[in-house]
């Protein structure tokens, strides 16, 4: 019992730190790059009508050009369980995006 507690308070301790990290996520900024976290994230950027830039080999996210508002609305209801800046991802990340 005392291992099976632990073991479910080791996952939770994982999930917390990425999850505040989306939590507070910066809202994206139309014409910039966004990063689209999905399930199956190719299918919603097609879908949401914006242009993958990369890295297309995230599980469940990749960066995108959202030209406007209606892009990122659309990317959400195609299914995107978040839309955030992708500058600010990409900082954490120690990647500058120029």
Do not use: S
């Amino acid at each position: 019992m005392h291992a099976f507690l632990l073991g479910i308070a080791f996952l939770a301790t994982g999930l917390i730190g990425p999850l505040a990290v989306l939590a507070q996520a910066p809202a994206p900024v139309p014409g910039a790059p966004v990063a689209v976290i999905a399930m199956n994230p190719e299918a919603v950027i097609d879908q949401g009508g914006a242009r993958a830039i990369g890295p297309l080999t995230a599980r469940f996210g990749i960066l995108a050009q959202a030209d406007d508002t209606a892009t990122i609305d659309a990317l959400y209801a195609a299914g995107a369980w978040r839309v955030i800046d992708g500058a600010w991802l990409a900082t954490l990340c120690g990647v500058k995006i120029l």
